[in-house]
């Protein structure tokens, strides 16, 4: 559809002086100029051009000082998240009654989400400057929630170095139209479009990683790690045996429904919170997905979304504010919304403003399932192209 703007933009005037034998004063006509037509594609998408600026541009609009990490202030994020993971669950046993203890779940998995992300940080190495220590503090938060820190991390490196690459992203990549059509049957456009299986889909992706890759985080001969990086999978894989070991042993003080309540019910929801804000960040019907000749990693880095978490923003340690960590995931979870500000001038119309949430995101919820709804395929050809659903 084509919006345009034509006719004539008011009146010029112009005095003529005719040569006049009679002697009569000159007339004042009003000629109307034309004005060229101006056109304007309201279904323009941005996203799908390459942008005029690239990476370095981008990075010089951030001030040095938002670069700098600060590993006592990384340290202070990772013990408090631990105080309050520990204090929710002390005071969920003390009071013990059905309605704390739903409070309760979903209170701990956002804490243990919480968690997720320091870890996070550590993998980029965000964390601190020194890779032994991010490490060390990497493995203490993810083994503590049965993540192999390593295996995520080279997983998730993968995922950030082809991000919006249709054959190369590591998760949440589209299926394309004939696959969609003649590959997957009812129950299988069920599980990934239609039911709420959240809860164990991380697990599932930890063990068989997503369709059409094979292998599994936990298994050190899996193409997706050097051979040079298989004792750091055993290693953490150690961790997470480690945490099931520690999990154990509190059962058989306390019995097993202790622990389903204290752990494993809240585990869950951090498995839904994961999933879900991943999904959102990137997938949606505005945002391109690029092959071979189109794709460049800043390409990718700017069809990621910002989305607006309300209350949860800073408990999760701005995880929302996503496109600039997808630039610059070196950059400390604590700068990155300071580095977004500085950033837009640069990006223009190549930045997706968020939806401002209330103190609750409830506005995300519709987003999901108008993802879930709108986000099926992508054409067979082309090298950029949009989700689509029928």
């Known amino acids: 559809m084509t919006a345009f703007v034509s006719g004539f933009s008011g009146v010029r005037l112009r005095q003529s002086k005719a040569a006049n034998t009679c002697g009569r004063k000159g007339v004042i006509r009003a000629v109307a100029t034309p004005v060229q037509e101006v056109t304007r594609d309201v279904n323009r998408n941005p996203l799908a051009e390459r942008p005029p600026f690239n990476l370095e541009a ?31 669950a002390a005071a969920a046993v003390a009071i013990n009654n059905p ?55 080279i997983s998730h490196r993968t995922h950030h170095g082809n991000h919006g690459h249709i054959d190369n992203d590591e998760s949440w990549y589209p299926v394309s139209e004939s696959y969609y059509n003649e590959s997957m049957d009812a129950p299988s456009k069920a599980v990934r479009y239609e039911l709420p299986l959240v809860l164990i889909a991380y697990q599932i992706y930890l063990f068989r990683r997503t369709p059409g890759k094979e292998g599994s985080h936990f298994d050190p001969s899996c193409k997706l790690f050097k051979p040079s990086e298989r004792n750091m999978i055993l290693q953490s894989t150690a961790s997470c045996l480690a945490m099931l070991g520690v999990l154990a042993g509190v059962g058989m003080k306390f019995g097993f429904m202790f622990v389903l ?18 999904y959102l ?22 069809s ?27 950059m400390p979870h604590y700068n990155i919304v300071e580095a977004t500000e500085y950033i837009k001038p640069v990006l223009g119309e190549y930045y997706q403003k968020p939806e401002r949430s209330g103190f609750l995101p409830f506005h995300l919820v519709r987003d999901l399932i108008k993802s879930l709804r709108e986000c099926r395929f992508v054409d067979d050809q082309g090298t950029v192209v949009f989700y689509r659903n029928k």
């Open 304 to 330: 990621t979304l910002d989305k607006d978490y309300g209350i949860f923003n800073k408990i999760h340690h701005d995880i929302g504010t996503h496109v600039v960590h997808h630039m610059f995931p070196q």
């Open 261 to 278: 309540n204290t752990y494993l019910i809240p585990h869950l929801i951090f498995c839904a919170w994961l999933v879900t804000v991943t």
């Open 281 to 302: 960040h990137h997938t949606d019907a505005s945002v391109p997905w690029f092959r071979d000749g189109e794709w460049t990693y800043l390409r990718g880095a700017l």
């Open 99 to 153: 309605l704390a203890w739903l409070f309760y779940y979903f209170a701990q998995g956002t804490m243990m989400w919480a968690l997720f992300v320091v870890g996070h940080d550590a993998g980029h190495g965000s964390f601190s400057n020194n890779t032994k220590l991010n490490n060390i503090f990497g493995h203490i938060a993810h083994g503590s929630i049965l993540v192999p820190f390593h295996g995520w991390r």
């Open 58 to 88: 981008v990075k010089k609009a951030i001030p040095a000082h938002l670069w700098e990490k600060n590993l006592n202030k990384s340290i202070w994020y990772l013990v408090k998240d631990a105080v309050i993971v520990f204090g929710l």
